[in-house]
């Protein structure tokens, strides 16, 4: 199947950039804009795969402009960008014939303005499809943030949100349906920006899957029922992605997805100025409330400082008695008039690597940016300020900043800890092995592992199995833990005659020890069969990722958040891994050369 998709991608009709002379007005055309050439790569081929199973419609015009990746995905990439149109199973291709930059404004509403011409229908939905921040829109690098909505890694570039609103000025289109296929979209600064180019936006709140969007059940309810208008599609969506995340097999993550009326988003901003300005009249009497307001509400810490605007406002009751109403009148206006339709799916058997086992059920479809001081990275604060839309509401912008100041001289938060990591293993007989694994934690101070020594900032390890001579290693959280990352690696450092040839490796996750629940991952058959290179490249961190290496190994649940990191994200991941790895190779060494 994946041939064939690289057969219709690469040999195509040079003719068919005509066809659109002859083509007749449908009544929808979905433009999907794959910004694939990153880690991602493999994810476009699959989404493809999910359009290619459905069946056409003349009256619905699927088409796609995509990139794959040299480095991800090699067996499909032929350094060329692709525009095609999903029909009958196959992919009809218009050629371009060379490499765009997909993070291009000028790019983008090429693509808009080429699908409205060339497919002319009553009612148009744009789907942008690729790794996704909020308002910052890309990942953390270095200490500060990368611009970017759509990487393309490529031509080193990301779009900013202000690149994204330039590009659909540009194009000139107001969409019936804006749909973002990209994770913690679903916020108000990205909303307020873009309303007058949508009628109606789709997006999620928190973190996507790596599936993303089951194109297969959308575009199959829209050919079936082509006459929806874009709130009706829009509704599609945010049911068809909920419930294909809410049913086995799919079901160990949390997701959320929701729809908002484009045409109440000024009435929104009003509000919200209204709001900013009474919290930050009172913030100097009351601000140990409004504290405890925002440590209660909904969080989505995966952009550090984001939370649920709804939520929130549920939440201001207590704090008095004008901010009160005020935040009535809003949760009134996005209950009412802003948000159609929002759904969330708290899994059981999510694991948030963050802190512990978290969930989503006070999600109501819209975020909104509000952080402590701890959570603000170099100029952050002040690129926020620089947001179009927050200078157009200056009380609220103000309250941030007060807020944030404030927040500077209370006492550090903490997380709820007493979790446990732990990892055993046996030889392929399920008897003793005496093999050499080590379980490392990233925890947001640093990277640890047994053979440091058994205490961290955070938690406590047991003894390093070659001290102990006992086929495991655990690491138990204190009580109250810092906020942030708490991710296990586990590597196959050394093996031994007892253990053959290779040993089986089983990970446990007890998300609290007062109720000795727990998940599992494994077995894992290690060995150094296929081990990981000295020299990791980009490639190499991608491969690791996945699990693709004999010798290192990541559960399951990690491994999903790895894969649909940035490339940027997993490469610092990695690093500091392979730097304590390399250091625990060398002490290794001098203790042996004594």
């Given at each position: 199947?994946?041939?064939?998709?690289?057969?219709?991608?690469?040999?195509?009709?040079?003719?068919?950039?005509?066809?659109?002379?002859?083509?007749?007005?449908?009544?929808?055309?979905?433009?999907?804009?794959?910004?694939?050439?990153?880690?991602?790569?493999?994810?476009?081929?699959?989404?493809?795969?999910?359009?290619?199973?459905?069946?056409?419609?003349?009256?619905?015009?699927?088409?796609?402009?995509?990139?794959?990746?040299?480095?991800?995905?090699?067996?499909?990439?032929?350094?060329?960008?692709?525009?095609?149109?999903?029909?009958?199973?196959?992919?009809?291709?218009?050629?371009?014939?060379?490499?765009?930059?997909?993070?291009?404004?000028?790019?983008?509403?090429?693509?808009?303005?080429?699908?409205?011409?060339?497919?002319?229908?009553?009612?148009?939905?744009?789907?942008?499809?690729?790794?996704?921040?909020?308002?910052?829109?890309?990942?953390?690098?270095?200490?500060?943030?990368?611009?970017?909505?759509?990487?393309?890694?490529?031509?080193?570039?990301?779009?900013?949100?202000?690149?994204?609103?330039?590009?659909?000025?540009?194009?000139?289109?107001?969409?019936?349906?804006?749909?973002?296929?990209?994770?913690?979209?679903?916020?108000?600064?990205?909303?307020?920006?873009?309303?007058?180019?949508?009628?109606?936006?789709?997006?999620?709140?928190?973190?996507?899957?790596?599936?993303?969007?089951p194109y297969d059940l959308i575009l199959g309810k829209l050919n079936r029922q082509p006459e929806m208008d874009g709130a009706e599609l829009g509704r599609v969506i945010v049911d068809q992605y909920v419930s294909y995340y809410s049913q086995s097999p799919h079901d160990r993550t949390n997701v959320t997805k929701s729809l908002i009326n484009s045409s109440h988003i000024p009435e929104l901003n009003s509000g919200l100025e209204r709001l900013g300005r009474a919290l930050d009249d009172i913030l100097a009497r009351k601000g140990q409330d409004i504290y405890s307001v925002r440590l209660a509400t909904q969080a989505f810490d995966?952009?550090?400082?984001?939370?649920?605007?709804?939520?929130?406002?549920?939440?201001?009751?207590?704090?008095?008695?004008?901010?009160?109403?005020?935040?009535?009148?809003?949760?009134?206006?996005?209950?009412?008039?802003?948000?159609?339709?929002?759904?969330?799916?708290?899994?059981?058997?999510?694991?948030?690597?963050?802190?512990?086992?978290?969930?989503?059920?006070?999600?109501?479809?819209?975020?909104?940016?509000?952080?402590?001081?701890?959570?603000?990275?170099?100029?952050?604060?002040?690129?926020?300020?620089?947001?179009?839309?927050?200078?157009?509401?200056?009380?609220?912008?103000?309250?941030?900043?007060?807020?944030?100041?404030?927040?500077?001289?209370?006492?550090?938060?903490?997380?709820?800890?007493?979790?446990?990591?732990?990892?055993?293993?046996?030889?392929?007989?399920?008897?003793?092995?005496?093999?050499?694994?080590?379980?490392?934690?990233?925890?947001?101070?640093?990277?640890?592992?047994?053979?440091?020594?058994?205490?961290?900032?955070?938690?406590?390890?047991?003894?390093?199995?070659?001290?102990?001579?006992?086929?495991?290693?655990?690491?138990?959280?204190?009580?109250?833990?810092?906020?942030?990352?708490?991710?296990?690696?586990?590597?196959?450092?050394?093996?031994?005659?007892?253990?053959?040839?290779?040993?089986?490796?089983?990970?446990?996750?007890?998300?609290?020890?007062?109720?000795?629940?727990?998940?599992?991952?494994?077995?894992?058959?290690?060995?150094?069969?296929?081990?990981?290179?000295?020299?990791?490249?980009?490639?190499?961190?991608?491969?690791?990722?996945?699990?693709?290496?004999?010798?290192?190994?990541?559960?399951?649940?990690?491994?999903?958040?790895?894969?649909?990191?940035?490339?940027?994200?997993?490469?610092?991941?990695?690093?500091?891994?392979?730097?304590?790895?390399?250091?625990?190779?060398?002490?290794?060494?001098?203790?042996?050369?004594?």
């Open positions: 199947m994946f041939q064939s998709i690289l057969i219709a991608l690469v040999f195509t009709v040079s003719c068919s950039a005509l066809v659109h002379a002859g083509q007749q007005e449908a009544q929808w055309t979905v433009l999907i804009y794959m910004a694939g050439e990153n880690n991602l790569a493999s994810a476009v081929i699959g989404d493809l795969k999910e359009m290619l199973a459905t069946h056409s419609n003349p009256q619905v015009k699927v088409v796609v402009q995509a990139e794959v990746s040299r480095i991800y995905t090699p067996q499909f990439a032929d350094g060329v960008t692709h525009r095609f149109q999903i029909l009958n199973g196959s992919l009809k291709g218009f050629p371009l014939g060379y490499n765009v930059d997909m993070a291009s404004p000028a790019e983008l509403a090429s693509f808009i303005r080429w699908g409205v011409e060339t497919f002319p229908a009553r009612k148009y939905c744009l789907v942008l499809w690729d790794h996704g921040l909020g308002w910052m829109g890309g990942e953390r690098s270095g200490g500060g943030w990368n611009r970017g909505l759509l990487e393309d890694e490529g031509s080193h570039s990301f779009m900013s949100l202000a690149e994204l609103k330039t590009a659909l000025d540009e194009a000139g289109i107001t969409f019936d349906l804006i749909e973002f296929d990209a994770c913690l979209m679903g916020m108000w600064e990205v909303a307020a920006t873009i309303y007058n180019r949508a009628r109606y936006i789709s997006f999620s709140e928190t973190t996507e899957p790596g599936y993303g969007d995966k952009l550090p400082g984001s939370m649920d605007l709804w939520d929130f406002c549920d939440r201001l009751e207590s704090t008095d008695e004008a901010v009160k109403e005020l935040a009535k009148t809003l949760i009134g206006i996005l209950k009412n008039r802003v948000v159609m339709e929002s759904r969330h799916f708290t899994s059981p058997d999510y694991v948030d690597w963050s802190s512990g086992q978290g969930n989503v059920d006070h999600a109501h479809g819209l975020a909104t940016y509000l952080p402590y001081a701890d959570q603000i990275k170099g100029n952050e604060l002040e690129d926020y300020k620089d947001l179009q839309v927050v200078q157009t509401l200056p009380a609220w912008s103000k309250f941030i900043e007060d807020f944030v100041s404030y927040t500077g001289k209370v006492s550090s938060r903490t997380a709820p800890g007493n979790f446990i990591l732990a990892a055993y293993w046996t030889n392929p007989w399920g008897g003793r092995s005496g093999a050499d694994l080590d379980l490392y934690i990233i925890e947001p101070q640093g990277i640890y592992a047994p053979w440091m020594g058994q205490t961290t900032p955070n938690g406590f390890f047991s003894q390093d199995s070659t001290t102990s001579e006992n086929d495991y290693e655990t690491y138990l959280a204190r009580p109250e833990i810092t906020p942030g990352y708490y991710i296990p690696v586990i590597n196959l450092y050394d093996i031994n005659y007892m253990s053959g040839s290779s040993v089986y490796c089983y990970f446990i996750y007890l998300s609290d020890i007062s109720k000795w629940n727990w998940l599992s991952w494994g077995p894992k058959e290690m060995s150094f069969f296929n081990p990981a290179p000295s020299n990791w490249d980009d490639y190499v961190i991608y491969l690791l990722s996945i699990n693709y290496y004999s010798d290192w190994w990541i559960p399951t649940e990690v491994e999903k958040i790895l894969s649909r990191a940035s490339t940027e994200t997993q490469r610092n991941f990695w690093l500091q891994v392979k730097r304590e790895y390399d250091r625990h190779h060398a002490l290794t060494a001098r203790r042996n050369n004594q």
